[in-house]
């Protein structure tokens, strides 16, 4: 299964997937390909196992950014509070949650000088750190403020803004 799923195909990521509730790490292990978006490389069960096979399957982690990683080159994996960061060099990065949801985009639309990011680091305030192809760049990926511009802001003149069961509306 392995050689004919990915033969042709990079991994460019690993890393533990934290898939439950409690927040507890399974040995289970969330890949990065390079075209083929992302898939959770799953132990399979002393008892459940057949003579000969793996002792692992590939499962497609299904998302809500299936078709944006099929476009993109996706190059690094990062676990945050959130949930996961995929670093692509073609498009930024974008925020996931443990079960597919899309979180949150980070490229240019946002504020970055450049969506080629080759690396991500989380340091000890929580603050992200994106390795660019023309520098560095800090995002405060947990703060309660979030900057509009023109580019992704509502547009027009603001009248009014209200927060409701934490949807904003304006």
Not at 5 to 16: G, N, T
Not at 104 to 110: A, D, I
Request: with cysteine; charged share 20%.
């Amino acid at each position: 299964l392995f050689r004919s799923e990915f033969s042709e195909e990079s991994i460019y990521a690993m890393i533990p997937f934290i898939n439950n509730a409690k927040g507890n790490i399974s040995q289970d292990i969330l890949l990065c390909t390079k075209k083929k978006g992302l898939y959770i490389m799953k132990s399979v069960p002393k008892g459940n196992r057949i003579s000969g096979e793996p002792s692992f399957i590939f499962e497609h982690f299904h998302t809500q950014i299936d078709s944006f990683l099929l476009d993109n080159i996706s190059y690094h994996l990062l676990k945050t509070d959130a949930g996961y960061s995929i670093a692509t060099l073609t498009k930024g990065s974008v925020i996931i949650d443990a079960e597919g949801k899309l979180i949150n985009f980070l490229n240019k639309e946002v504020g970055l000088q450049d969506e080629n990011i080759k690396s991500q680091y989380i340091d000890a305030s929580d603050n992200m750190w994106l390795a660019l192809s023309n520098g560095i760049a800090k995002v405060a990926i947990n703060s309660p403020i979030t900057y509009f511009s023109d580019k992704n802001g509502p547009g027009g003149t603001i009248q009014a803004i209200v927060r409701h069961n934490n949807t904003i509306s304006v």
